[in-house]
């Protein structure tokens, strides 16, 4: 029977289970979309050979039951690890780690597995996947210099033998992900090298805990990859019942996870991508290895769809849930691929609307038939379930784009250690919404769908959440599709007074400028007004302030820079804000008038040049006059 870990393990398992733990595995990983990884070459000018293998790392004591020879190329596409694998391997060898994303840092030659330079979770997460000696293997076989392999070698052995299952030195040792990819580093060095007593001895003992139904998480990315480690481990052990485990787990997991429209759970622009990776590879591994792929399977090839409508004009992703500000990721003969190369290539998408049952929608004004393509306007917003996994505080959320430009922001993610940073860019403060001051916001609380509608002149969505404990706020957002503007009306109750912040966050290099109750924004080319209708709220712009942290964006992990937030206050037990937002290429000017408020909706005229509109808004009714 295997013994259960420490009181101090499981809460620290507990605490990597918490929603958005489960991506410290992804910085600087080559993802393959979907064909494999990116098999790494020298760079040019790096050394053909390394220097001798850095000493302390320690000799094997026990007796190989193979000769090692030349490293043998694997059949596993997660048996490479970074593109510049020469470079990184080079820098090994003289005890400089280099992992992921993060800078390199000098280690001691005889690692006490306990380092963290860096004070983060991710960092340490990568130590202990072990995932960095595949680059050592890389270099070996491209360059015929075994003294790589006999680094890695070391390494791992080094590792195995500071690292006992129960005792070891941190709870990082067995966290469950850093387990799941070192299991599929043992099982890639078997493959390259061969087996050996020792190494077989450690795959046992990972297959073991990979098997153990309290080990297993059962859920999100994490799941897949120790169901993945598993099914490798069984194969180069010889273990079929392992493999059957493992393929049982991954089809459940599937089913469970991709709803039929291709979304995946994780609540993360980014994880639907990482997903889609991962699932893509589990089932050609399954295939080649003689398991059958469930029927569940068929959903993946939805997916790159949902990531196309995710995408700006711009061909960057949306930043929602735990995704940095990157380049979209383009999946050739899909909608993807259109997406992410902004028309250069691919077949253009027909749909403008695409509204997802996991609690998105996407709208855009086109994909560059009447305009280039990065001057097309994007709207999402995002409601449903309350905040699970890779998932923010973002129920009700509005974020803009248009003319090459992010115009309203989700700040993105920042990092996964956690922190008041890390709060904060999960935390309802950080995402165009309305915040009640004195309030803890419920994670786990929904934004329900009202109703929704959408036509040849607009599209409409009413939601409503109860997030904030004694507070009702409905949210209704209506866009012109002829004139291109957008109306956000805000309702929120209660039977005590409050202030209630309405938020828009804006980008680093927005600029904006206030009169009296608008805002705009003065880039170059790609702005924003935002105009206050009713209320008469108090306007700041509040720009990196520490605490209570707020005007903060994260470009990419553990990187973020001070950017400006609109803050529109309001204080009662009852307000109602309603606000009228134009994106343009420059500043756009607007006539607002005929604005009357009613018990269930409103009416009001506007009119941007010498085209007008007409809307008036009822309950769930809406209707929209063109006047000119």
Known sequence: MTRRPSGRAVRERARDRRPGAGAVLLLGVVLAIPSGLVRATPSPGAQSSPPPPASGVGTPAVATTTTLGAVATPSNPDCLYSRDALDRANELMHNRYRLGSFPAVTLPANLSWTENPLHDDNWRFQLHSLRFTLDLFTAARETGNMAYRDRALAIIRDWIQDNPR????????WNDHATAFRAIVLSCTAVMTGMTTWLR?????????????????????????????????????GRSDWMSLAGTRINTLLAGSVDTQGVTNEQAIFYELYNYGRY?????????LGLTPGSAFTRLSLMPSFLAQATLPNGRYEM?????????????????????????????????ISRYSAGYLFVRSGWGVNRPAIDETFMAVKYGR???????????????????????????????????YRTFFRGRSAHNVVTVDGKAWTFSAPSKLLSYRAGDRFVDIRMQTAGYSGVTHTRRITYSRAMNFILVEDRLSSAAIHTYRQLWHLPPDARPAVSGTTLWTQRTKGNVVIRQLAGRPAIRIVTGRTS????????SYGHKVAAPVEEAVLHGSSVRYLTLILPGAGFRYAVVSGLRLTSTGYVVTVRIGSHAERITVSGSSIWMATLS
């Open 320 to 352: 929602l849930g735990d995704t940095n500000d990157g380049q979209a990721t383009s999946i050739p003969g899909t909608d993807a691929e259109f997406a992410a190369t902004r028309g250069a290539s691919g077949t253009r998408p027909t749909r403008l």
């Open 280 to 288: 893509t590879r589990a089932q050609a591994r399954m295939v080649t």
């Open 386 to 420: 309350g905040a699970t996994i890779h998932g923010h505080a973002d129920g009700m959320e509005l974020t803009l784009a248009a003319y090459g430009s992010r115009l309203l922001v989700d700040p993105g993610m920042y990092s996964y250690t956690p922190s008041a």
């Open 166 to 173: 129960h005792g070891s030195p941190t709870v990082w040792s």
């Open 201 to 237: 001895s450690a795959l046992l003992v990972h297959g073991a805990t990979l098997a153990d139904p309290g080990f297993y998480v059962k859920v999100g990315n994490h799941a897949l990859n120790q169901s993945m480690g598993l099914l490798e481990v069984g194969r180069v052990v």
């Open 548 to 555: 209570p942290v707020q005007g903060w964006y994260a470009p």
